[in-house]
């Protein structure tokens, strides 16, 4: 059964920084990682979607990299705004549907 | 890509009452629409599979008479949570599947007092 592991599950940082999310999953053999946002009280955004014959997805400051042979994936926030704080959610899919991490909470501090 | 929506957004009811909460996709036609259920600071979690004109196809560990799935139309799946309690409070959100991505509903509140 597929395990999704996200670390930190929590981090705040000054406003400018440049930060890492990373995400860890048991079973290599997967279709896709898709990177999701959530603000409180609200649905998902989708950020990055990567197909397994990928390894990176570039979206203005966000870059998503994946390397399903060590079953990981991280999210790189450049330049991070207070705009940014949110939860950010990992999910990956090996068929339909998706087994979603716990996410990382992060607060962009100004 | 695709636009899903949810309604009601939230709703707060008595325990023991039933709540029908609504999925539509509104710009493509979805045979297969997904139901998560998220508890705070949580992860999503899958509840059923909704498969339009067919039954859907529950995870293991969730009551399918208790929440009910209808997806009668290729726009349309709804979620019935039956004889409510306290503990069924929670982020219930539907995502409609194509292939290798899904499109997620803003998500409805439901909180049974």
């Known amino acids: 059964k597929q395990e999704v592991t996200q670390i930190p599950a929590a981090l705040s940082v000054p406003e400018g920084e440049n930060l890492v999310l990373n995400c860890s999953f048991t079973?290599?053999?997967?279709?896709?990682l898709q990177w999701f946002r959530q603000d409180p009280g609200k649905g998902l955004t989708s950020l990055l979607l990567?197909?397994?014959?990928?390894r990176e997805q570039t979206s203005g400051r966000l870059n998503a990299s994946l390397d399903k042979s060590s079953g990981r994936s991280t999210l790189y926030i450049a330049a991070s705004q207070p705009g940014d704080s949110a939860t950010y959610l990992c999910a990956v899919g090996q068929n339909t549907p998706l087994v979603f991490g716990k996410g990382t909470r992060l607060s962009v501090i100004a | 890509g695709a636009v899903v929506s949810q309604h009601p957004s939230w709703v707060i009811c008595k325990s023991g009452t039933s709540v029908k909460i609504e999925c539509r996709s509104l710009d493509f036609q979805a045979t297969t629409m997904f139901w998560y259920r998220q508890f705070p600071k949580q992860s999503l979690m899958l509840m059923a599979t909704s498969n339009e004109g067919s039954k859907a196809t529950y995870e293991q560990g969730v009551e399918k008479d208790k929440f009910l799935i209808n997806h009668a139309s290729l726009t349309l799946s709804t979620l019935t949570v039956t004889s409510a309690h306290p503990e069924d409070s929670s982020f219930y959100i539907c995502?409609?599947?194509?292939?290798?991505?899904?499109?997620f509903g803003p998500g409805t509140r439901l909180t049974v007092t």
């Open positions: 990567i197909q397994s014959s990928q």
């Open positions: 995502s409609c599947g194509r292939t290798y991505e899904q499109y």
């Open positions: 079973d290599s053999a997967i279709y896709n």
